[in-house]
């Protein structure tokens, strides 16, 4: 056990934000927690349409069955999520929209959420654990 394995929790827990559920939620506590070693979880997209391809990358490999498939570090992490978030300003300029939680496929308002989430604010803090990797290994 190692830093890849918060790395792993952490793309679960990026997951839970993006979508609003769990990556496994079938079947017992015990059967949840095999998925967790055993599937992939269902993709990002699947559940979430809106996101963009390269933040669903970024969560897939952070949750990579195995270790060596994940990022190796919360710096690269970060890394690849100012990336994103540096294309992602460079396409949309000032006005970037990012991910909306206001509706779904259909255009219907979503329940609402006690609080909004954006990538910003995730990739923000990733940063900011950059320094951080001396203390991981």
Known sequence: VDARTDIYSLGCTLYFM??????????????RLMAHQTKAPPPLV???P???????????KMMAKRVDDRYQSSGEVAEEGTMLLTAEEALAGANR???SHDSDEGGERRPEREEEIDADSVFAKLKSLKGADSDDE
């Open 46 to 48: 699947q559940k979430r």
């Open 18 to 31: 993006l979508t609003g559920s769990a990556p496994f939620t079938e079947g017992t506590l015990a059967q």
């Open 50 to 60: 809106d996101t963009p391809t390269s933040l669903a990358a970024i969560v897939s």
């Open 97 to 99: 929209g990012g991910i």
